[in-house]
């Protein structure tokens, strides 16, 4: 094995590990912008109720692609959403206020049809306007 590619399996990030700093934060996220277990689920791809408890106890495993490019997204809304408005309070507020922007629907009634396709377009949109 080269001295690179030793290097490179080295430094893999431990999937255990990613799984419970990811579920951390998507609930520390989700617990500011006041989800219920049930919004919580919808955007985690519908998780069952008792996968959901499971993951609150911050278990350290392995989390599907699915459910990591979610909670990705969602961290990028939180984080891009703080930026764009200049405070964490007014990106609170701003995740549940209807807008013309999604046809009279908040962002959060957006992300929760459910599909990761609706999250995704919730981080464009923040994209976008931060340009």
């Known amino acids: 094995m080269s001295a690179l590619a030793q290097h490179a399996s080295q430094s893999t990030v431990d999937p ?47 989390l ?25 309070q007014r990106a609170i507020k701003w995740i549940r206020t209807p807008s013309t922007d999604f046809n009279q629907e908040s962002a959060m009634d957006r992300m929760l049809r459910g599909s990761l396709m609706d999250i995704v377009e919730i981080r464009r949109y923040i994209d976008g306007l931060r340009g």
């Open 16 to 62: 255990a590990r990613e799984g419970y700093v990811a579920l951390k934060v998507f609930f520390n996220i989700t617990e500011q912008w006041q989800c219920t277990p049930e919004e919580q689920r919808i955007l985690l791809g519908g998780v069952s109720r008792a996968t959901l408890f499971r993951y609150k106890r911050l278990p350290q495993m392995e």
């Open 64 to 88: 599907s692609r699915d459910i990591l490019d979610r909670i990705s997204a969602v961290m990028g809304i939180y984080g891009g959403a703080q930026i764009l408005l200049g405070s964490l």
